[in-house]
């Protein structure tokens, strides 16, 4: 099982983007059954088992054993990942991509897309891989902004000016600063 699977086919979000089915990759975390599947939830084995073709048809769900049952193959699938990621691709950019300043919110939805492109064509399964996720949270008031964006970015420069040479493996790095929550509840 991969940790992503990234949609960008238009077939396999439709197959995905259906209650029922939602249900039926989330009882096939582990491997399963449809007896056992229409068991949890409810329903006929031929019901799931309509479902869980759908999500074989569209790689979202392996078979990964058979076993016999009273004369019969019965096949146990799983879940081909534990999370589903959708391609922005899949609706589209509605106009066009331009530049942005840098510190506009649409220059941020550009990266993040970017972001989820790259991370999405790694093998996420090499336990090798090296990369590192730093969250935080910082309070800035509104009269530092202008020196805080400053000092970050004079930051980020001096990694990139001392890191950027043409050896070695490359990275990317990607800082997202946005205001947390609706600014709007902020007294």
């Known amino acids: 099982m991969r940790d992503i699977v990234y949609l960008d086919q238009i077939e396999q979000a439709e197959a995905l983007l259906k209650p029922q089915r939602i249900e039926v990759l989330r009882q096939l975390a582990v491997p399963r059954s449809c007896t056992e599947v229409a068991v949890e939830l409810d329903q006929t084995p031929q019901r799931v088992y309509y479902h869980v073709k759908r999500l074989l048809d569209a790689d979202l769900v ?6 016999r049952v009273r004369g019969i193959q019965e096949g146990i699938y799983q879940a081909a990942g534990r999370s589903y990621w959708l391609s922005p691709r899949l609706v589209g950019r509605i106009g066009l991509r331009r530049t942005r300043d840098r510190l506009s919110i649409g220059y941020l939805v550009d990266l993040m897309e970017d972001v989820q492109a790259d991370l999405a064509a790694l093998d996420l399964a090499r336990p090798d891989l090296p990369s590192l996720g730093v969250s935080g949270d910082i309070r800035v008031r509104p009269e530092q902004r202008q020196a805080f964006l400053e000092e970050l970015q004079q930051t980020l420069q ?22 947390k929550g609706d600014p709007d509840d902020r007294a």
């Open 62 to 67: 392996r078979q990964v054993a058979e076993r």
């Open 158 to 179: 001096d990694l990139f000016t001392r890191y950027g040479g043409a050896d070695g493996d490359a990275f990317r790095l990607a800082v997202a600063c946005y205001p």
